[in-house]
Structure formats: C-alpha cells, structure tokens
C-alpha cells in the first residue's frame, strides 16, 4: 500500500454501501493481552452462516472510532471494510481487528479472544483472513488456532508464504488480482499442501488507482463474490481439526535456529515416546529416550534414560546385553500441534527450548486410529521384527512427500549410544528409498548459547528402506565395512497408534 495515493473515493463508499436493515455494527473493546485494549469492528447480520476475522494489511492500523468509521490510511483502503455491507447481505459477518491502545499489531493472543467472542455469540465457522503484510501473520493464526474451533483461512493479494502455511490443516481459500504484481497467489496455493481444500479465486476488473488493484480498487463486488464463494463452497469442511496430535521430528523454534539436534516423538494413546538427538560434553553423538510418560492436557512428562549396548554390527544382536541409567526428566508442552516446549533436567542441567515441527516437504496428517493410506505413509517409530528379537535400538522415520528423514539410535564399538541419520532417503520406487547416512559431532546438549555452526557431519555409508506394506519392512545399510539387512516392524507402544496419511 502507498500513503501517496489518493483515497477520497473512499470516503463516501460506506455511505453507498449502507449496512443492511437487518445487519448491527458494534465498536468493541475488550483487555489486549499485551496490556491496553483491542478494539475490532464486529459487523453481525441476524443469522450469521460464517464469521470473517480479519487482520489487516498495511501498517495494521485501521483508525476505527467510536462511530466505526475508518480514519486511518489501511482503514480508509481495507476490502472488507470497504464492503462490510455486501458480506453481511451474503449472510457474512466480519471482525475486523484494529491496533491496540498501545499501538501492537496483529498480536496471535487477541485474534484468538476475537474468535472465542464471536464464537460464545454464534455456532458458526470462523474463517481468518488476510494478506499483503499481514500474510504471515495469518498463517500462524490458522496453523495455531485451538483444533475444537471450527474454522478456514482466506489469503487475499498473498505476500510469500512463510514456514507456517505448510501446516495449514484447515480449508484455505486463496483471493487475488492477476493485475496486482505485489501478490504471490501461486505459491501460497502451492504451499498450502496439508489445507483439507484449497480454493484459488482471481478477481478482475477495477482500475490500479487509489487502493489499486493489490486492494481491489474498483472490483469490490467481484472480491466479496470471489471470498463468498469460497466460505459458502468450504464452510461445510471447517469441522474442527483433530485432536492434537505431536507424532513427527522436531527442532528448535525458529527453525534452523539450532540445526544439528532433534527430538523424535511417537504418540500412540496417551503415552509420548521421545527419542533425543544430541551431543556429550566431548561433541560425540549422544542420544537419550523417554520410553514412557504422563500426560496432562497437552503436556507429557517422563524420565529420561542412556543406554549402553551390543554394537550395531553384533552379530546377534543380544538384547539382554542393554543397559538403561536414569539420566533425568524430560517434559514437553504444546501450544498447538506445531509448536511447543521441551524442558529437561539432566544431572546438574536444566534447560527449556522453544520447539517447532521441522518441515523439509508435504506434511502428512497424522491421527489416532485409522486405516493406512494408498501407498502408505511410513512416518512411525521402527524396531526389530519379530517384535522385542533385538531390544535397544530402533529408527525414527519422518516421512514428508517422496523423502525418508530416518534417524537410527544403535550403538558404537565401545558400546556407548550412537546415532546416524538419513537427512535425504529417496524414493527409487514403490515402498522403497535409499540415501547416505552421516554421523555428527556438534556442541554438547548443554551448552548456552548453543550454536549450530559447530556440527560437522561425516558420511559414514548407505542405507535403504524396503517395506513389504504400511506396517513391516527391510532395513539395510553399509557402515564402515559392516554390510547388514534386518527385517523392521512399527514399535507399538500404547493404544490406539497414530496413523499418518
């Protein structure tokens, strides 16, 4: 958006709009959570179908007064605000968010507070909107919101997606000018590749003068068709998102921001099964399992072990050569299904990192319960088969698109716990992928600030995965002049498993 531009056009346009007869337009204030308060436009027709909640584009600041009228430059150029009496016809009604009383914007804590109010007042879908600069911002709205509420997501004149659209599960409805050279609509609809749905409208028409065609300037009526059409083709799919569901790799958050460790973790009922990836005060790969936990809302809390054990190259294997110590606790607390907690207290250590899935392609849905899909995602926690025959070891697969991300806990010469991983484990064909494994050496868990800078990974081999089916496979690799195959089996844990598709 341009300040220069003119915007007088504007200003009689609520007038020519007119708010329905049966449609009420309320100023409302209510406690911000990072102190003053949150005002936002509430537009509600007598039988709302859905509820738009809107963070704007520009500076974010919509200028709304007590009469609701819009003073501020992204107030006076806002589409919805522009056509507020248009969606409110459509059975639409609108929640346009405005800056706080302390100038904070587009604040994740007060969009949901919106949501609930609108939510308590009408038992229907909420769709979260907005674009331009506020694009990222929405995304890590509709990744986050509560998995209870009903709700889609509406990107307009999209700015560059950013890491949370992938995690978009929700519909997702894309709006745009093919005219305005500001948006990126196609690669927001192609990143959008866990959406239930996505919807991609364009909009023609209008004129690049005033709010322009990044705004719609002059195209009102085919942008509330355009943003109608998607709410009234999807509004059906806004069922509330699975139960929370952690299954999955992760790392810090922000991503990369401590690249080189992870934690892998298998939920199946109501047990967490963690597998921690890191490093020993020497910089020697280092991994610690919680093979069990308690759960508590959406927090899950165990004790954390190191094991010792036959090398990975014994032939046998012998199980009852694992030994497990007692190393500390481990907890980890979500947020949503994408974002999250890991605190730990090892020996003298206690530490608390801020962690994020980590997503290198298109994430699976993964849910308890459920039949595999066709093919089958492989995405699960591996041991041996028969099931317990080799105790002490096992492998992590992430499956994101036609990449295996695998992670293999075993053990060294010496038999002190060692991990290889398979960052890159394509596909060569049905059920099967191969790839180089690497062994790392990095800072120790421990360490403050931990820095990324010092992993070095060595290739150590070759490793491939062939699976039978969605639950039984082959693992073969090549380490160091050790060449072996072992038949694999998903590791259940607890009831019911998680399936990912």
């Known amino acids: 958006m341009k300040p220069s531009r003119a915007f007088s056009f504007v200003l009689g346009m609520g007038a020519a709009l007119g708010l329905h007869a049966a449609t009420t337009t309320t100023v409302v204030d209510i406690p911000a959570a990072e102190g003053g308060m949150q005002r936002f436009l509430y537009v509600r027709p007598d039988a709302p179908t859905a509820f738009i909640v809107q963070y704007p584009g520009g500076d974010g600041v919509l200028g709304i007064a007590s009469d609701g009228a819009m003073n501020a430059t992204t107030g006076l150029c806002n589409p919805y605000g522009r056509t507020q009496a248009a969606f409110a016809g459509r059975g639409i009604g609108l929640a346009l968010i405005d800056a706080t009383t302390l100038g904070s914007v587009r604040n994740y804590d007060n969009l949901l507070a919106i949501v609930r109010y609108v939510r308590e007042r009408h038992n229907v879908p909420v769709w979260v909107s907005g674009g331009s600069s506020s694009t990222s911002a929405t995304a890590f709205a509709a990744a986050t919101l509560p998995a209870e509420i009903p709700a889609g997501v509406l990107f307009y004149s999209p700015d560059r997606p950013n890491p949370s659209v992938p995690m978009i599960r929700r519909p997702a409805g894309v709006v745009y000018h093919p005219s305005d050279v500001l948006q990126f609509s196609s690669l927001m609809f192609n990143a959008l590749t866990s959406a239930a749905v996505r919807d991609r409208v364009s909009v023609t028409g209008g004129a690049d003068v005033g709010c322009g065609f990044h705004l719609f300037n002059g195209a009102e009526a085919a942008f509330v068709e355009a943003v109608a059409g998607i709410v009234a083709r999807n509004n059906h799919l806004t069922a509330a998102v699975a139960a929370l569901n952690v299954h999955g790799l992760w790392w810090r958050s922000p991503a990369e921001s401590e690249s080189g460790w992870g934690v892998n973790l298998t939920q199946q009922g109501e047990i967490l099964f963690a597998t921690w990836f890191t490093y020993d005060a ?49 907890t980890f607390a979500f947020t949503d299904a994408n974002s999250g907690t890991f605190s730990y207290v090892v020996g003298a250590v206690s530490q608390a990192k801020p962690i994020t899935r980590q997503v290198y392609g298109a994430l699976p849905v993964c849910e308890a319960g459920g039949a595999a899909g066709s093919p089958p995602n492989y995405q699960a926690l591996w041991w041996s088969d028969p099931p317990g025959g080799e105790s002490g070891w096992g492998v992590n697969v992430t499956h994101q698109g036609d990449i ?76 160091g002049g050790v060449t072996q195959s072992k038949p694999i089996l998903r590791q259940e844990i607890s009831t019911p498993p998680t399936v990912c598709r």
């Open 282 to 330: 020497d910089g020697r790969g280092m991994w610690l399992v919680m093979p069990t936990s308690t759960r508590s809302g959406s927090t899950w809390t165990g004790a954390l072990y190191r094991t010792t054990g036959p090398a990975f190259s014994a032939t046998p294997f012998n199980p009852s050569q694992v030994a497990a110590t007692p190393m500390g606790t481990a």
């Open 404 to 479: 295996l991300f695998a992670t293999w806990f075993t053990y060294d010469a010496d038999g002190r716990g060692m991990w290889l991983v398979m960052p890159n484990g394509a596909r060569t064909g049905p059920g099967a992928y191969s790839g180089t494994l690497y062994r790392t050496t990095g800072p120790a868990f421990s360490a403050n600030p931990w820095v990324g800078t010092g992993v070095a990974a060595t290739p150590m081999g070759t490793g491939a995965f062939n699976f039978a089916d969605a639950n039984r496979g082959t693992f073969s690799y090549s380490v």
